[in-house]
């Protein structure tokens, strides 16, 4: 699995939108981005994920550059209760899927009141 | 609600005392794995189960073993845990490992050794 760059750690005004990015420059064409997050002393929770296209779900919004070769997160309100460990992984989907998730050391986001 | 269910949360032993933690699942999934965080680093992988099929990672020490006796439970077993195991024990499942599939996590065991 390609592997990925992100910053050690990030702060957000709350309320405000909270933008995450990450880079994966050698990310392979069968390979998807995925993001976790981790609140202190919880396991991950899923948050999003996607292959080439932008992708929107409840909790945030997932920005794909063109060449795959980064992407951000976009937590659009931020709430106190969004202070986490932010995980971006790449890993192969489709039907040659490689089961493991391997965690790089993520972002550490802090929201400020 | 369905969901991952790791019991106890906290678990301590002793130097070289065999432990064993527990994780259900009511999401019927095909694949339950299990990872390890040690403090301020990221999980780590140590083996999965696809149905009643085991994958060990290459760099899990022997020392740690897996049952899963039906498709709601999977156990992690130490056998002579060490100062060096003492960490968050964290389960997951997806539905299957091909494909897209998001991992949902159970909320951990954090085992102290003595």
Known sequence: DAKTT????????????ANL?????????????????????????YIIHGLKNNETNEMASLI??????????????????????????VRVGGNFGNEKLTFGTGTRLTIIP | DAMVIQNPRYQVTQFGKPVTLSCSQTLNHNVMYW????????PK????????????????????????????????????????DAAMYLCATSRDRQGANEQFFGPGTRLTVL
């Open chain 2, 35 to 42: 990872y390890q965080q040690k403090s301020s680093q990221a």
């Open chain 1, 6 to 17: 992100q910053p050690t750690s990030m702060d957000c005004a709350e309320g405000r939108a």
């Open chain 2, 45 to 84: 992988l140590l083996f999965h189960y696809y149905d009643k099929d085991f994958n060990n990672e290459a760099d899990t020490p022997d020392n740690f073993q897996s049952r899963r006796p039906n498709t709601s439970f999977c156990f992690l077993d130490i056998r002579s845990p060490g100062l060096g």
């Open chain 1, 21 to 45: 990015p990450c880079n994966h420059s050698t990310i392979s064409g069968n390979e998807y981005v995925y993001w976790y997050r981790q609140i202190h002393s919880q396991g991950p929770q």
């Open chain 1, 64 to 89: 794909i550059t063109e060449d795959r070769k980064s992407s951000t997160l976009i937590l659009p309100h931020a709430t106190l209760r969004d202070t986490a460990v932010y995980y971006c992984i």
